[in-house]
């Protein structure tokens, strides 16, 4: 019984700065509130083990970071009242999450669990049993990627990653009640794509609206900026990775690489 974080810490031109560390913490503790689970640590106090973590590790370059509350020792059951709450924070090495600079997705015929059941905006670890079975299918089908609809059939998002398309100039993403984990990077980009002067419409997407749209991205800590190229056998636009998104994608590295400095408060230095 677990809830967790993903955060990454990008090296700057004199430093190893981690990207929006305070809003990845915040998220663990509604995820954690959401699931009963009670720290007794404060955010204040887990900034400071990030910090540590790194240090000790001497880490320099990307690294990616999983801070985990889980119920600790107490018994087998559910009912855990009273169980310590316990908090791991786990730092390793880590470059990119796809081997590829574009990706080829599949609609999953798994459906993404809904707000019913699993509450999708709560980062619990149960949830990526969901994306697990989606994740599967597609690499055994021979793609990169997995886009899960919601239980009415609408887009949601990738297996850990918030996804946006491109028509006619205009970036649409998913809406929050669309059974998707409220991405800290799907912000971002909502942010960036809004100061490039483009408009951002967060709304329902039918899954027929990946076929015909010009360009097409997922978006998360680990994924990054991530362009997709092909869906259920039908290439993304042209095929090639289009204008906005490779813009987006330049402007993310500029900004988590410390060069806009716009946005340094988003980051936390490490040394
Ligand atoms: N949706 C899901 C289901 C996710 O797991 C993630 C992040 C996102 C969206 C994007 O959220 P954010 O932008 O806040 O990272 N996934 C984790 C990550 O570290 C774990 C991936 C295995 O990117």
Known sequence: TAVFEGIRAYPSADNLNI????????RLFYSAKIYYLNLNYSVEDL????????????????TYIRPIVFVGFGGIGLDYTGFPI??????????????????????????????EANPPLAKASGNYLNS????????????????????RGYVAEGTGENIFIVKDDVVYTPPIN????IGITRDTAIKLLTDLNYKVVERD?????????DEAFF????????????IDQRRVGNGEIGPITRRIREAYLDVVEGRNKKYAHWLTSVY
């Open 132 to 151: 697990a079975l989606a994740k599967q299918e597609a690499i055994r089908d021979g793609y990169d990627e997995a886009i899960l609809l919601d239980q």
């Open 86 to 115: 316990d908090v791991a924070i786990i730092a390793v090495p880590f470059e990119r999450y796809f081997h590829k600079s574009a990706v080829r997705a599949k609609v999953s015929t798994w459906r993404r669990i809904s707000n």
């Open 178 to 181: 669309s059974s998707i984990l």
């Open 47 to 62: 900034i400071q083990g990030t910090i540590e973590v790194i240090k000790s590790n001497g880490f320099r370059g990307r």
């Open 205 to 213: 997407i039918e899954r027929s609206e990946l076929y015909i749209c």
């Open 19 to 26: 990207f929006r560390l305070r809003e990845h913490l915040d």
């Open 219 to 230: 978006c998360g800590t680990a994924a990054e900026i991530t362009p997709i190229v092909e």
